[in-house]
């Protein structure tokens, strides 16, 4: 049973444009989030994170957008440039548990300049 | 800096041979993982450790062992390497909630 689906294994935007990553959860004892982008022949490397008791991020060009209810998070990249083309994974994990996290399957994020 | 490194970037080993795959961080961290990424199935978690000498398996752990003799070190070995096993192997480790991932390795089972 797959806890943590990122349902688009591929996205292409236009540079200048936004682009959003989605991720769907199953389990309610997720409370801390985070998103990993990975480059080929790379290991992954953290974005941002939020926690449960946030509903958003923001970091730079990034923000990451949590929907409790709807046990369902969003990266939105604005905006996108072409060094954004990469694999991105989001991750889930329960801080009162063990440090595991789960991790989505991954959405291939093309910026076409 | 933060810094994981592992072994190798690119093996090849035959089917039936043991294989060991050495990963080490400069953090001195506790917790250490090993996964491995699959195309089309992401990141599987195949065992990690919160201390010297303490191991959990993950979710995929058949095939695979640890160890974790000194707290910066972790390795994970094949002990009768099969070609199901050719993956992308990525070493974690972990502070503040945040992993952090060496490079991988490649690994190739002919």
């Known amino acids: 049973d797959q806890q943590v689906k990122q349902n688009s294994p591929s996205l292409s935007v236009q540079e200048g444009r936004i682009s959003i990553l989605n991720c769907d959860y199953t389990?309610?004892?997720?409370?801390?989030f985070l998103w990993y982008k990975k480059y080929p022949a790379e290991g992954p490397t953290f974005l941002i994170s939020i926690s449960s008791i946030k509903d958003k991020n923001e970091d730079g060009r990034f923000t990451v957008f949590l929907n409790k209810s709807a046990k369902h998070l969003s990266l939105h990249i604005v905006p996108s440039q072409p060094g954004d083309s990469a694999v991105y994974f989001c991750?889930?994990?329960?801080?009162?548990?063990?440090?595991?996290?789960?991790f989505g399957t991954g959405t291939r994020l093309k910026v076409l300049a | 800096d933060v810094k994981v490194t592992q072994s190798s970037r690119y093996l090849v080993k035959r089917t039936g041979e043991k294989v060991f795959l050495e990963c080490v961080q400069d953090m001195d961290h506790e917790n250490m993982f090993w996964y491995r990424q699959d195309p089309g199935l992401g990141l599987r978690l195949i065992y990690f450790s919160y201390d010297v000498k303490m191991k959990e398996k993950g979710d995929i752990p058949e095939g695979y062992s640890v160890s974790r003799e000194k707290k910066e070190r972790f390795s994970l070995i094949l002990e009768s390497a099969s070609t199901n096993q050719t993956s992308m192997y990525l070493c974690a480790s972990m502070g503040n909630y945040e992993q952090y991932f060496g490079p991988g390795t490649r690994l190739t089972v002919t």
């Open positions: 389990n309610s004892m997720f409370d801390y």
């Open positions: 991750a889930a994990s329960s801080t009162s548990g063990t440090y595991k996290y789960i």
